[in-house]
């Protein structure tokens, strides 16, 4: 997914938790409306400046494709869900000191001057999307 693109939908109102969840809807069966809903709370860092919702998106994503369910295999789908979920942990930590937004982003967006002092520096429109795009190429390596 093209930068430009994600902050398309970055300045139409969707957060980096909805738009890697959206991304991937239609390999996931689901529709891009319960994408959207399913994460939107998790934008923002939770909404509280807390783990990154890029972060909470992809391991959204590898919940949805590889997530344990099956009473008869929960064993054996627990470790392949965990193997992926470690490797995608791995290939951000490798990147990025921690998954935490305030940390990432710089500014405390959980509050209303945070918000517009992150919006204000350009960094929301321009680190943001490039993490998303970085996440988004994470999950297409693999899922």
């Known amino acids: 997914m093209e930068e430009k693109l994600i902050q398309e939908k970055f300045m139409q109102g969707y957060d980096c938790s909805q738009v890697i ?7 996931l ?3 891009e409306e319960m994408a959207n809903k399913v994460s939107a709370c998790f934008g ?3 909404l509280q400046a807390d783990t990154c919702g890029a972060f909470a998106g992809a391991l959204m994503v590898i919940g ?3 997530g344990h369910y099956d009473p008869e295999q929960l064993l054996a789908q627990k470790e392949v869900m965990m193997a992926k979920s470690g490797e995608f942990r791995k290939k951000f930590f490798e990147n990025h ?3 935490n937004c305030k940390a990432l982003l710089g500014y405390d967006v959980s509050t209303p001057e945070g918000f517009q002092e992150a919006l204000g520096s350009g960094r929301m429109m321009s680190f ?6 970085e996440v988004i190429e994470m999950l297409d390596e693999i899922m």
Do not use: D
């Open 128 to 133: 943001c999307p490039a993490l998303v795009r």
């Open 44 to 46: 923002g860092g939770m």
């Open 97 to 99: 000191a921690t998954c």
């Open 64 to 66: 949805m494709k590889y």
């Open 21 to 27: 969840l959206s991304h991937f809807a239609e390999k």
């Open 29 to 31: 069966g689901i529709s």
